[in-house]
C-alpha cells in the first residue's frame, strides 16, 4: 500500500513550487523503491496566514489513516533562524517549519517532536528561500519510506504555539471568535457543539450584536437569509443562504460570537466585543484569535511579498 503524503501549503496553482515538492518525494521514494500517494488538502491559505493552514490542517488530518505524512509550508520566515520540525501526534507525522502551524498537534495528548537537523535528510543544496522543496519535502519522503523520526535531529519539547482561541463564559452564556470565513462565506466560531447543547434549544445566539436565528441546515434557510448551525467541523457556523455571512454581517476572523440563554444574556461591550462576567475587555479591547501571533520564538518582522518559502 502507498504512504500517503498530504500537502497544505499558500503557493496556489499557478507556479511550479507544489510540482517541485512532489517531484523531490516521488525522486526520493523511488529510489527507496517506495510508492507514494499524494493528497492536496489545499494549496490557497491566504498567503503567510499560519493561523489559515494551522485550522486547515486541523480539520483534514483526523480523517485520514495512521502513519500519513502531513506537510505543512506557509512560512513568512523562511531562511532565518526559525527550526524545521517533525511533530508526531495521534498516530500522525507533521513536517514543516516550528512557526505554531502545528499548534492544534502540540496541544494535543502524547505529542513528541524533532527538529529537522540531519543533513542527509535534506537536498544536497538548500536554498535560504524555498525550504519546502529543500528540507521539508525530503524530510516528509524519508519518512514515508519508514526511517524513524528521531534520526532526523534532536527532540523539540517547546514548539512555538498560535494563541488559540477558546471558549469563555460569560454571564449568561458562553463567548467566542470567528476562527475562519471559508469560500461561501460562512463564519466559522470556536464555540463547539457541546457548548451550545450545554445552554438548552433556547439558547440565543449573536454576531456582531445581531440575533441569528438557529437552524438545522443550510436549506432549513429562506434564500438570503442569515442562520446558526452545527457546522460538519463540530463548531458553531454562521451562515447566509446562497450568500456570505461575512459581507451581510460585516464579520471577519476575530469577530466576536456569544451564545447566551436569553437575548439579554452575555450583551457585547461598547465596541461589540462580548463582555466577561465584570463586563471587562482583554488588554487592547480587540477580541483574540489565532492571528494574534505565536508565543515564542516567532519574529515581529513583516514576511517580504517576495518570499516563497
Request: hydrophobic share 45%; charged share 20%.
Amino acid at each position: 500500500m502507498p504512504a500517503i503524503v498530504t500537502l497544505t501549503t499558500d503557493f496556489g496553482a499557478r507556479d511550479a513550487y507544489v510540482a517541485e515538492m512532489k517531484g523531490v518525494v516521488l525522486g526520493i521514494a523511488a529510489r527507496a523503491g517506495a510508492l507514494v500517494q499524494f493528497v492536496d488538502v489545499t494549496h490557497e491559505i491566504e498567503r503567510h496566514d499560519v493561523a489559515e493552514a494551522a485550522l486547515a490542517l486541523e480539520a483534514a488530518a483526523p480523517f485520514f489513516p495512521a502513519g500519513t505524512v502531513h506537510v505543512a509550508v506557509v512560512d513568512p520566515g523562511v531562511g532565518t533562524e526559525r527550526r524545521g520540525l517533525v511533530v508526531a501526534a495521534a498516530g500522525q507525522l507533521f513536517v514543516g517549519p516550528d512557526n505554531g502551524i502545528f499548534t492544534p498537534h502540540v496541544d494535543a495528548a502524547g505529542w513528541r517532536a524533532w527538529t529537522l537537523e540531519a543533513a542527509e535528510y535534506r537536498l544536497p543544496t538548500v536554498s535560504r528561500t524555498f525550504h519546502g522543496r529543500d528540507v521539508f519535502a525530503p524530510a516528509a519522503a524519508h519518512l514515508a519510506c519508514g526511517v524513524d523520526p528521531a534520526r532526523l535531529g534532536p527532540a523539540a519539547f517547546d514548539p512555538v504555539r498560535l494563541p488559540w482561541p477558546e471558549v469563555r463564559a460569560v454571564a449568561g452564556g458562553v463567548a467566542g471568535t470567528v476562527l475562519h470565513v471559508d469560500r461561501f462565506g460562512n463564519l466559522i466560531s470556536s464555540i463547539p457543539a457541546e457548548s451550545i447543547t450545554a445552554l438548552g434549544a433556547a439558547a440565543v445566539v449573536r454576531v456582531s450584536g445581531r440575533v441569528v436565528a438557529r437552524v438545522g441546515t443550510y436549506a432549513d434557510l429562506a434564500p438570503g437569509a442569515v442562520g446558526a448551525l452545527i457546522g460538519s467541523g463540530g463548531r458553531l457556523e454562521i451562515a447566509v443562504r446562497e450568500g456570505s455571512a461575512a459581507a451581510a454581517l460585516g464579520a471577519r476572523r476575530g469577530t466576536p460570537v456569544v451564545v447566551s440563554r436569553t437575548v439579554s444574556g452575555g450583551a457585547p461591550g461598547p465596541s461589540g466585543s462580548p463582555r466577561g462576567p465584570s463586563g471587562t475587555r482583554g488588554p487592547s479591547g480587540n477580541p483574540t484569535g489565532p492571528s494574534a501571533g505565536p508565543t515564542r520564538r516567532a519574529s515581529s518582522r513583516r514576511p517580504t511579498r517576495g518570499r516563497r518559502e
